[in-house]
């Protein structure tokens, strides 16, 4: 089995920072992607930001210029950098992670168990 367990979530006034990071653990042969997901409440669940092995990325358009999405492969944990944080970045936010558990197998999702980020205005 693969556990991914988050950390770094909190409370923040507007225009400040929090740095999201994420660990997996277990049965890793490789890590296909990592991602943070975030979820505010009464709607859906949206992708912030991923990385494919830390050199390619993508970002939402509202997260762009903001939001520095980073990963250390040696440590299997992938890190989100928020600055000049926004009340509407609130939501539960949820790391992400294509991984096989084998060489022959394909890569499944696995999904951490959601850290709250709080903005205040």
């Known amino acids: 089995q693969v556990q991914l367990v988050e950390s770094g979530g909190g409370l923040v006034q507007a225009g400040g920072s929090l740095r999201l990071s994420c660990a997996a653990s277990?049965?890793?042969?490789?890590?296909?992607?990592m991602g943070w997901y975030r979820q505010a409440p009464g709607k859906q669940r949206e992708l912030v930001a991923g990385?494919?092995?830390?050199?390619?990325?993508n970002y939402a358009d509202s997260v762009k210029g903001r939001f520095t999405i980073s990963r250390d492969n040696a440590k299997n944990t992938v890190y989100l950098q928020m600055n000049s944080l926004k009340p509407e970045d609130t939501a539960v936010y949820y790391c992400?992670?294509?991984?096989?558990?084998?060489?022959w197998g394909n890569g499944r999702d696995y999904w951490g168990q959601g850290t709250q980020v709080t903005v205040s205005s």
């Open positions: 992400h992670a294509i991984v096989r558990t084998s060489f």
């Open positions: 990385t494919i092995s830390g050199r390619s990325t």
């Open positions: 277990g049965s890793i042969f490789g890590i296909d992607s």
